[in-house]
């Protein structure tokens, strides 16, 4: 089965501030991946995905940027961070149909 | 694209009655309804889904409705019990990988499901 993994778990960084939060999947090949951002006690916002390596889609405009380098990472980075840009990324994977959450991590921008 | 609402935002019901939770979507194409539901501070988990050649689907005390007709589905939750107590996502999607069914599921806003004991 596959496995989702995401790092670091929690974070907190200063505005203005670089950021970047890696996705590895183990146990399939060619997923597509999916970065989401939470806010607090709301829903699941769509930020990026990706349907192979150096492929990447993005759903909102934002200071946040993605990269795909290999089959099975996927980065979310941002050059400088807002107060806004806090809350739980999700990075997920989609195999066939069925869609897979990473543990997260938990941004806090101070 | 897909739009999916869903409702009600929160429910509270007595510890052993039913809950229902029902979404609608708006593209006809959607072929892949789950429903997740995540605990306080941690990731969304899959608890059943529905594919559009089946009218209902049960696990145990979960159970999904889906009338392709009308464009809606609902999960309802029997005997409910303390641990019952999450938010839940319905989402829906065009199935496959490509074109379509690249760009992911699209998720209601929630629903904050609080049973009382």
């Known amino acids: 089965s596959q496995t989702i993994h995401q790092w670091p778990a929690t974070l907190v960084q200063p505005v203005g501030s670089p950021l970047s939060l890696e996705c590895t999947v183990e146990?399939?090949?060619?997923?597509?991946l999916y970065w989401y951002r939470q806010a607090a006690g709301r829903g699941l916002q769509l930020l990026f995905y990706?349907?192979?390596?150096?492929?990447i889609s993005s759903e909102v405009p934002q200071n946040l940027s993605a990269s795909r380098p290999q089959d099975r990472q996927f980065i979310l980075s941002s050059k400088k961070l807002l107060l806004s840009d806090s809350g739980f990324y999700l990075c997920?994977?989609?195999?066939?149909?069925?869609?897979?959450f990473g543990p997260g991590t938990r941004l806090l921008v101070l | 694209g897909e739009n999916v609402e869903q409702h009600p935002s929160t429910l509270s019901v007595q510890e052993g009655d039913s809950a229902v939770i029902k979404c609608t979507y708006s593209?006809?194409?959607?072929?892949?309804f789950p429903w997740y539901k995540q605990e306080l501070g941690k990731r969304p988990q899959l608890i059943i889904d529905?594919?559009?050649?089946?009218g209902e689907k049960k696990d145990q005390r979960i159970a999904v409705t889906l009338n392709k007709t009308a464009k809606h589905f609902s999960l309802h939750i029997t005997e409910t019990q303390p641990e019952d107590s999450a938010v839940y996502f319905c989402?829906?999607?065009?199935?496959?990988?490509?074109?379509?069914?690249?760009?992911?599921?699209?998720f209601g806003k929630g629903t904050h499901l609080i049973i009382q004991p």
């Open positions: 997920a994977d989609r195999t066939i149909e069925t869609q897979y």
């Open positions: 146990g399939t090949s060619n997923p597509n």
């Open positions: 990706s349907v192979g390596i150096g492929q």
């Open positions: 593209d006809s194409a959607s072929n892949y």
């Open positions: 529905i594919r559009s050649n089946v």
């Open positions: 989402a829906a999607s065009y199935g496959g990988l490509s074109g379509g069914g690249a760009d992911g599921l699209t």
